[in-house]
């Protein structure tokens, strides 16, 4: 048996993520250290006006899904592998101890500062859901030749699919899927065009942060859902961290290895259960919950019983 926590990525965030912290005495200790680091109390984060914001959200989300990592490892509950979807690389990375929690938080802060300076507005992602994946790649290849911006981005599961691109032709996109009758196809709130080649230049630049970053080995099995696979060496994981912004995330196939090396409980961490539920997609004996809708004695009740 083993466990996997998991990470999410942008298009979770919510106001009032943060100031939840607060009730925990670890929660409340890494606020002060981020507040101390940043020079700025980062509740000013925790609200919709300052979500907006691309750097803010990184660093809230960084903030908040590390803290119920510590949260739960206080008690006992404690992961085999650590998974992050997008930005949910980086407090996977700090879970695992790769790069402290001042260092991570430094990365994502410019993570998100060099996404949104590239694509300040116009730029977005949107999910299809209920259309084949070879079906939907037909679509993009019709959009593009139209002159359209758009890519594929996550393959989420064999019929869930994010794209990415300018949002007119994401808009065109979604009504070409519609028309082939997906159950679904619309933006989310994401205001940058992640995972795509879009991001490349970006990539290349964020990479120049890591020079002041020192790291060590992981001390919990990282796992790279851009690779789908563990990743040891600290510079594939430099690699990793550095370039996930523009490359493609294979959530489904990297949650199908997971189950052949023996992950029996996957918990996602807050804040959201997107990732949950695709675990569940993909991990049929595997039991996956989110921290978004267990208390924590069921937590550690899942723990002492399937980790």
């Not at 903030?63 to 992050?84: H, N, Q, T």
């Not at 994401?170 to 989310?188: F, N």
């Not at 060496?233 to 990297?254: C, F, G, K, S, Y």
């Amino acid at each position: 048996m083993a466990t996997l926590f998991t990470f999410p990525g942008q298009g979770t965030q919510k106001a009032g993520m943060l100031t939840e912290l607060q009730s925990f005495p670890i929660g409340q200790a890494l606020l002060t250290r981020a507040s101390d680091h940043f020079g700025q109390n980062v509740l000013e984060l925790d609200n919709e006006t300052a979500l907006l914001d691309n750097r803010n959200t990184q660093v809230a989300l960084t903030i908040c899904s590390y803290a119920y990592a510590e949260i739960l490892r206080a008690m006992a509950i404690k992961p085999d592998y650590v998974l992050g979807l997008s930005i949910g690389a980086f407090p996977a990375a700090i879970s695992a101890g790769i790069i402290t929690y001042e260092h991570g938080l430094d990365l994502v802060s410019r993570r998100g500062e060099l996404m949104s300076r590239a694509y300040p507005q116009g730029y977005a992602m949107a999910a299809v859901i209920g259309l084949p994946l070879p079906v939907l790649e037909q679509l993009l290849e019709a959009a593009r030749a139209a002159g359209h911006v758009v890519y594929i981005a996550n393959i989420n599961t064999e019929s869930q699919v994010v794209i990415s691109g300018r949002v007119d032709s994401l808009q065109a996109v979604c009504e070409m899927a519609l028309a082939k009758q997906a159950i679904s196809a619309r933006l989310l709130k994401v205001n940058v065009p992640s995972h795509c080649q879009l991001l490349a230049e970006q990539a290349a630049q964020f990479a120049q942060a890591f020079d002041q970053v020192s790291m060590q080995r992981p001390k919990i099995t990282y796992v790279s859902a851009n690779a789908a696979r563990v990743l040891v060496p600290l510079e594939r994981i430099r690699d990793d961290l550095t370039h996930n912004m523009a490359r493609q995330v294979h959530w489904w196939e990297t949650v199908a290895m997971l189950k052949e090396r023996g992950v029996t409980l996957a918990i996602e961490m807050k804040p959201g259960s997107v990732l949950t539920g695709l675990c569940k997609a993909s991990m049929l004996d595997t039991i996956s919950v989110a921290v978004e809708s267990e208390s924590l004695d069921n937590l550690a009740a899942l723990m002492r019983k399937y980790g």
